[in-house]
């Protein structure tokens, strides 16, 4: 094991302490999975990432789609010939990205996604606390949710405090398809 290598897992290690991890036993490290609220208003696209420390498997972040609404006001032309408008509200469904990472972070390094190593955006941060760690999010188009679709990796880049190297976090993107499908029915 490299020297860089074995410096990240303990980097990565040592701030697991301060992270909670998520209670769902349905969500997996390998693949993307779907989870509502019991009542069904509330569902989520999510995976974690996780690190095998003492055969115990250890929730390093979580990453997880919701679908956010925005509406718009819009003039409709009723009547042409008296040039009559009406005004209505749209709705539109916006798809946001969080990301939760470990508390430690260097929040002076802003987090930065990439699908197959491609650079998407930069993540940002809303809040960190005990129970969700840094908590990152992005709002996103359809063109990324497409790289999501037909890409096999993502990854967060991030800093630790106190480390000059950043770290990358992996997220194996099998099953988004399926799983965002369903978060869109919903």
């Not at 798809?95 to 990439?114: G, S």
């Amino acid at each position: 094991m490299t020297h860089s290598v074995f410096k990240n897992i303990f980097f990565i290690s040592s701030f697991l302490l301060y992270f909670t991890t998520y209670s769902l036993s349905e969500i997996t490290s390998k693949e993307w999975n779907t989870q509502c609220s019991e009542d069904k208003k509330t569902c989520i696209s999510i995976i974690v990432s996780e690190l095998k420390n003492k055969d115990k498997m250890q929730t390093i972040a979580t990453a997880y789609f919701q679908i956010g609404y925005t509406s718009q006001k819009k003039m409709n032309l009723i009547d042409e010939k008296d040039q009559t408008y009406k005004l209505s509200e749209e709705s539109k469904n916006i798809p946001v990205l969080f990301v939760k990472l470990p508390l430690n972070v260097d929040l002076r390094k802003i987090p930065l996604i990439a699908i197959d190593n491609k650079k998407i955006a930069n993540l940002n941060f809303t809040h960190c606390n005990q129970n969700d760690g840094c908590v990152t999010n992005l709002v996103v188009n359809n063109d990324v949710i497409d790289l999501f679709k037909k890409g096999k990796t993502m990854s967060v880049i991030t800093g630790i405090y106190g480390n000059a190297k950043n770290v990358k976090i992996e997220f194996p993107l099998k099953n988004f398809t399926k799983s965002y499908a369903k978060l869109i029915k919903e």
